[in-house]
Nanobody, 124 residues
Framework: VQLQASGGGLVQPGGSLRLSCAAS????????MGWFRQAPGKERELVAV????????RYADSVQGRFTISRLNTKNTLYLQMNSLKPEDTAVYYC??????????????????WGQGTLVTVSS
């Protein structure tokens, strides 16, 4: 599967953005999907993961209650709605696919396919 992330940009603290990740191929619904982010000088970290069916989600503590991961399998698209953004949310955001359905892994090593990343900058 090939992944293309989009929707990043510059936003003020407290603002919102919605990221999208378009997947090619007919097997999108077979994958658990995750959003990760990497800030300058830091490790890539999990933001959120959603099961192949969309029925289960999991979030990093730092974004719980502010971010929402969702997917539309009929459109081969993954989303990340980000509200109440903070400067510490500034990072390159990546979507990723884990071929092992139902694993709901928080580890980046579990994800075989990655999008190219989209930059989110939260600043006044």
């Amino acid at each position: 599967v090939q992944l293309q992330a989009s929707g990043g940009g510059l936003v003020q603290p407290g603002g919102s953005l919605r990221l999208s990740c378009a997947a090619s191929g007919r097997t999108f619904s077979s994958y658990d999907m995750g959003w990760f982010r990497q800030a300058p000088g830091k490790e890539r970290e999990l933001v959120a993961v959603i099961s192949w069916s969309g029925g289960r989600t999991r979030y990093a503590d730092s974004v719980q209650g502010r971010f929402t991961i969702s997917r539309l399998n009929t459109k081969n698209t993954l989303y990340l709605q980000m509200n109440s953004l903070k400067p510490e949310d500034t990072a390159v955001y990546y979507c990723a696919a884990d071929p092992q359905r139902g694993r709901m892994s928080t580890m980046k090593e579990s994800y075989d396919y990655w999008g190219q990343g989209t930059l989110v900058t939260v600043s006044s």
